[in-house]
Structure formats: C-alpha cells, structure tokens
C-alpha cells in the first residue's frame, strides 16, 4: 500500500509560483507511476501531469504546458509539482496520485490519492 502526503497550497497572486511536494512511502514505490490531478470548485477532478517512477517520461494536460514541471526526488521518496506562471484558472484543490504499472493521466487509473492541498491563486 502506499500513503500519499500532499503539500504547499497557499494563497498567491496570478503570475506567482509554488512548489508542491507529495511525499511517498509503502511497498512496491517502483511499481508505481506518480501524478497529478486537480479539482476546482464545481468541475470534475481532471489530470494534470504525471512521470513514470523510473525514468524521465513525463506528461502534462495542455492547460499546463509550458508552465507547469513534475519532478521527483528518489532519495526522498517525493514527487514535486512546479507552477510557475500561476493563473485565476489554476484555482482547485491538488491532489497527488499513485497508479500501478499504468502512467496516471485518468482517474480510473489511479490506484492512491493523497488527501489534496488548496492552491488559491487570485487576480
């Protein structure tokens, strides 16, 4: 099983960046492909970037192309979202996800979800 901890949401300014971490742990973590979703008020969870555990293949919805980056840090067992460029669009809640030998890029095929950290981005 694995436990996802999600963090660093805040309150920031269109144009602003955050960094946030989710940090990893259970068995198996290289089985498991990393990603990241997100779900604003009234509108369904939706994907936004995902990166295989081993390697640098990595995957972003067209919406955060060019301003968004996933990382991972392997010695810490965390995967990292980078929002440079933030936008009034961006608003949601963002929650780390974790699927089973499948990249994560749909909801059905996430296996864990973290517990969701709130970025709020205004204008």
């Known amino acids: 099983q694995v436990l996802l901890v999600e963090s660093g949401g805040g309150l920031v300014q269109a144009g602003d960046s955050l960094r946030l971490p989710c940090a990893a742990s259970g068995r198996t973590l290289g089985s498991y492909s990393m990603g990241w979703f997100r779900q604003a008020p009234g509108k369904e969870r939706e994907f936004v970037a995902a990166?295989?555990?081993?390697?640098?293949?990595?995957y972003y919805a067209d919406s955060v192309k060019g301003r968004f980056a996933i990382s991972r840090d392997n010695a810490k067992n965390t995967v990292y979202l980078r929002m440079n460029s933030l936008k009034p669009e961006d608003t949601a809640v963002y929650y780390c996800?974790?699927?089973?030998?499948?990249?994560?890029?749909?909801?059905?095929?996430?296996?864990?979800w973290g517990q969701g950290t709130q970025v709020t981005v205004s204008s």
């Open positions: 990166v295989r555990w081993i390697g640098d293949s990595t």
């Open positions: 996800a974790a699927a089973y030998s499948v990249i994560p890029t749909a909801i059905h095929q996430v296996a864990y």
